[in-house]
T-cell receptor, first 115, second 117 residues
Framework: DAGVTQSPTHLIKTRGQQVTLRCSPK?????VSWYQQALGQGPQFIFQ???????QRGNFPDRFSGHQFPNYSSELNVNALLLGDSALYLC??????????????FGSGTQLSVL | AQKITQTQPGMFVQEKEAVTLDCTYD???????LFWYKQPSSGEMIFLIY??????QNATEGRYSLNFQKARKSANLVISASQLGDSAMYFC??????????????FGKGTMLLVSP
């Protein structure tokens, strides 16, 4: 049973560029959340997708956008990259309508470096 | 105000000893959940233990237990019989709005645990 998979594992971009990160949820999960983890910090919630729609959003600018596909996989897009966007981007999956003690399953993340 | 506060940036413990990692939280919700995750150097967040706000007993999962003191709004993680493989970052997290079917977590800044032989 494959867990949450993310690609690529590492990425280097320059300021102003655009980046796309990808995530495949754990088998059987239909909800994908994205988190940004800056160095030395805890993960911060970016947004969550369920049934191909953004359902909740954290305090991130519109430069951060996403998409969910019919197979539940998801993409995170960041436009006009800033140095401060350098972070580990974590994808988490869950089953949206399960009891709310449902734990999130995380991938190993994509390490984005903006130069 | 911080919703999740972890006051210990780093903790040291000897192998086979017990260690307590502190976590306090802030919420006005009556129904919420508290989680602990472990993050080794590989980056993946690994679920350890969960405590619901209405659970009367402290949660336990193997060597992990959660010391839940609701009135003090604290949810400390206790690791018994530490092992070298326990060396990692540990994050406390909270889910509010438990009537929602959607799972978002607010994390603390984490505590780095180092286990020495």
């Amino acid at each position: 049973d494959a867990g949450v998979t993310q690609s690529p594992t590492h990425l280097i971009k320059t300021r102003g560029q655009q980046v796309t990160l990808r995530c495949s949820p754990k088998s059987g999960h239909d909800t994908v959340s994205w988190y940004q983890q800056a160095l030395g910090q805890g993960p911060q919630f970016i947004f969550q997708y369920y049934e191909e729609e953004e359902r909740q959003r954290g305090n991130f600018p519109d430069r951060f956008s996403g998409h969910q596909f019919p197979n539940y996989s998801s993409e995170l897009n960041v436009n006009a990259l800033l140095l401060g966007d350098s972070a580990l981007y974590l994808c988490a999956s869950s089953l949206g309508h399960r009891p709310t003690n449902e734990k999130l399953f995380f991938g190993s993340g994509t390490q984005l470096s903006v130069l | 105000a911080q919703k999740i506060t972890q006051t210990q940036p780093g903790m040291f413990v000897q192998e086979k000893e017990a260690v307590t990692l502190d976590c306090t939280y802030d919420t006005s919700d009556q129904s919420y959940g508290l989680f602990w995750y472990k993050q080794p150097s590989s980056g993946e967040m690994i679920f350890l233990i969960y405590q619901g706000s209405y659970d009367e007993q402290n949660a336990t999962e193997g060597r992990y237990s959660l010391n839940f003191q609701k009135a003090r709004k604290s949810a400390n993680l206790v690791i018994s019989a530490s092992q070298l493989g326990d060396s990692a970052m540990y994050f406390c997290a909270m889910r509010e709005g438990m009537n929602s079917g959607y799972s978002t977590l607010t994390f603390g800044k984490g505590t780095m645990l180092l286990v020495s032989p």
